[in-house]
């Protein structure tokens, strides 16, 4: 079993700041590429960041020079830092994270998805 937990959702001014983050627990073998999605009311989910095991970045356009995904191995976490805040940010934010995990005995990639969290961005 393998479970994810995020935190540092929450209400935010335009231009302010929140830190996400995302930790791993369980039977993990290996974590692979980790990422954060984000889906807004009717719209489907989209990238946001992903960071691979070797830290390769990839962004979204619309969070490139704002938004900052890094990773501690040790804690088996990644965290989203996102800066200078736009209402258009408004969304569920979801860790997924892209695990090999035992099962059995036996090392299984997977496709692991966080509960999400709400990031809201208002005045």
């Known amino acids: 079993q393998v479970q994810l937990v995020e935190s540092g959702g929450g209400l935010v001014q335009p231009g302010g700041s929140l830190r996400l983050s995302c930790a791993a627990s369980?039977?993990?073998?290996?974590?692979?590429?980790m990422g954060w999605y984000r889906q807004a009311p009717g719209k489907e989910r989209e990238l946001v960041a992903a960071?691979?095991?070797?830290?390769?970045?990839n962004y979204a356009d619309s969070v490139k020079g704002r938004f900052t995904i890094s990773r501690d191995n040790a804690k088996n976490t990644v965290y989203l830092q996102m800066n200078s805040l736009k209402p258009e940010d408004t969304a569920v934010y979801y860790c997924?994270?892209?695990?090999?995990?035992?099962?059995?005995?036996?090392?299984?990639?997977?496709?692991?998805w966080g509960q999400g969290t709400q990031v809201t961005v208002s005045s």
């Open positions: 960071i691979t095991s070797g830290g390769s970045t």
């Open positions: 369980g039977s993990i073998f290996s974590i692979n590429a």
């Open positions: 997924n994270a892209d695990l090999t995990i035992w099962v059995a005995a036996t090392p299984l990639p997977t496709d692991n």
